[in-house]
């Protein structure tokens, strides 16, 4: 009989976490397991996809009160006796509060307070509680563990395990020559598309590279920089690209579900974050062969290469405006994008699922593989 497990998800959005987890569960399901997503709450965008994987999405959590959820959680878990991974705060809070001691595992996706917003030590007090009711734990980078150790939300002598997040290379376009940005991004010789990805929030220091894409404007005429994501800086990042006079080179795109299709049209892309627990878009650019600029922080060097030459210092946007400069030649653009497309394999999906297969294990004896 195939080992059941359930995912439990906050969301199943287009987000990092969430796509991670797409990719964890279209492996599990190609290595024999079978595999359910229980989510919270929010539009499932991601539904057709983690049914395309072969993986089933049950709904019966979503957009219930927080205490509903706990009673029928128990009951589903207790009809079936599945094993529980968590992911995302809530979700994790959500399987402490239902499962049998020791009957889930969960993931940590980011380096930040597990409940941000929070008192300090309210959030310590649920990190650690879910800890306690947990088998093991799983960090998805050494940033990310380093940072829950250090605010004393889990214990030294915790098993929290580092496990890097999978990526399949293999194209969604299926031979589909029609770009969506085709249009609204033109491509030549002459012009560099400076791109990136990313929530319109703090985190994604916005003003570090619209301050490097002003300055880098000034000397270079054709420089266009897009921008992919929304938020609540939108109107903010506007008022300050047209203070800089430059409103004309930055186009805000908003959300998309086509983010291959973009990575197609850009020339570089770019990364300024105050921190990542590990950055899945740089898998994605790296993937598409883009030379990245990325800030010197967090996880980010994990993925990248902690001597790769694209690495700028956070907040530098004299340093990074520079780089974008130099990297007008098509020979260091290759040579950037050679650096970081050599290090995929370290983030095979086969890797990822055997070493949490082998957690699994630990946790609840040798019935994975």
């Given at each position: 009989?195939?080992?059941?497990?359930?995912?439990?998800?906050?969301?199943?959005?287009r987000?990092?976490?969430?796509?991670?987890?797409?990719?964890?569960?279209?492996?599990?399901?190609?290595?024999?397991?079978?595999?359910?997503?229980?989510?919270?709450?929010?539009?499932?965008?991601?539904?057709?996809?983690?049914?395309?994987a072969g993986?089933?999405v049950?709904?019966?959590?979503?957009?219930?009160?927080?205490?509903?959820?706990?009673?029928?959680l128990?009951?589903?878990?207790?009809?079936?006796?599945?094993?529980?991974?968590?992911?995302?705060?809530?979700?994790?809070l959500?399987?402490a509060?239902?499962?049998?001691?020791?009957?889930?595992?969960?993931?940590?996706?980011?380096?930040?307070?597990?409940w941000?917003g929070a008192?300090?030590?309210?959030?310590?007090?649920?990190?650690?509680?879910?800890?306690?009711r947990a088998?093991?734990?799983?960090?998805?980078?050494?940033?990310?563990?380093?940072?829950?150790?250090?605010?004393?939300?889990?214990?030294?002598?915790?098993?929290?395990?580092?496990?890097?997040?999978g990526?399949?290379t293999?194209?969604?376009?299926?031979?589909?020559?029609?770009?969506?940005?085709s249009?609204?991004?033109?491509?030549?010789?002459?012009?560099?598309?400076?791109?990136?990805?990313?929530?319109?929030?703090?985190?994604?220091?916005?003003?570090?590279?619209?301050?490097?894409?002003?300055?880098?404007?000034?000397?270079?005429?054709?420089?266009?920089?897009?921008?992919?994501?929304?938020?609540?800086?939108?109107?903010?990042l506007?008022?300050?690209?047209?203070?800089l006079?430059?409103?004309?080179?930055?186009?805000?795109?908003?959300?998309?579900?086509?983010?291959?299709?973009?990575?197609?049209?850009?020339?570089?892309?770019?990364?300024?974050?105050?921190?990542?627990?590990?950055?899945?878009?740089?898998?994605e650019?790296?993937?598409?062969?883009?030379?990245?600029l990325?800030a010197?922080?967090?996880?980010?060097?994990?993925?990248?290469?902690?001597?790769?030459?694209?690495?700028?210092?956070?907040?530098?946007f004299?340093?990074?405006?520079?780089?974008?400069?130099?990297?007008?030649s098509?020979?260091?653009?290759?040579?950037?994008?050679?650096?970081?497309?050599?290090?995929?394999?370290?983030?095979?999906?086969?890797?990822?699922?055997y070493?949490?297969s082998d957690?699994?294990?630990?946790?609840?004896?040798?019935?994975?593989?």
């Amino acid at each position: 009989m195939s080992p059941k497990i359930v995912h439990l998800i906050t969301t199943i959005e287009r987000g990092g976490a969430e796509k991670q987890l797409l990719t964890l569960a279209r492996e599990q399901v190609k290595a024999g397991f079978d595999i359910e997503i229980l989510y919270l709450k929010g539009n499932p965008e991601l539904k057709n996809e983690f049914e395309g994987a072969g993986a089933t999405v049950n709904p019966m959590l979503a957009e219930i009160s927080f205490l509903r959820q706990i009673s029928l959680l128990r009951k589903h878990l207790l009809c079936k006796g599945n094993f529980v991974h968590a992911h995302l705060p809530r979700a994790e809070l959500l399987a402490a509060l239902s499962c049998h001691k020791n009957a889930f595992i969960f993931s940590r996706h980011n380096a930040e307070a597990f409940w941000p917003g929070a008192p300090r030590f309210f959030s310590i007090l649920l990190s650690r509680f879910v800890a306690i009711r947990a088998a093991r734990g799983i960090a998805i980078s050494h940033a990310v563990k380093k940072f829950v150790l250090s605010n004393l939300e889990i214990t030294h002598r915790y098993p929290f395990d580092v496990v890097y997040y999978g990526f399949d290379t293999h194209s969604d376009r299926n031979g589909r020559r029609f770009n969506h940005f085709s249009e609204s991004i033109s491509k030549s010789s002459t012009q560099l598309n400076i791109g990136t990805i990313g929530r319109l929030v703090p985190q994604k220091d916005y003003p570090t590279l619209i301050k490097a894409f002003a300055l880098a404007a000034k000397t270079e005429q054709n420089l266009e920089l897009f921008v992919i994501g929304e938020g609540f800086l939108d109107s903010q990042l506007n008022d300050l690209s047209a203070d800089l006079m430059i409103e004309d080179k930055i186009h805000f795109l908003g959300k998309t579900e086509f983010i291959e299709e973009f990575l197609e049209v850009i020339d570089v892309f770019v990364l300024t974050s105050n921190y990542e627990g590990f950055g899945l878009v740089l898998l994605e650019a790296m993937s598409a062969n883009l030379p990245i600029l990325v800030a010197n922080n967090s996880a980010i060097p994990e993925v990248v290469g902690s001597d790769y030459p694209g690495l700028f210092n956070t907040g530098d946007f004299t340093m990074l405006s520079k780089m974008m400069i130099d990297l007008r030649s098509q020979s260091e653009r290759k040579k950037l994008a050679d650096i970081v497309s050599s290090r995929l394999p370290i983030f095979a999906p086969n890797i990822m699922v055997y070493k949490i297969s082998d957690i699994y294990n630990l946790a609840w004896g040798n019935k994975f593989f």
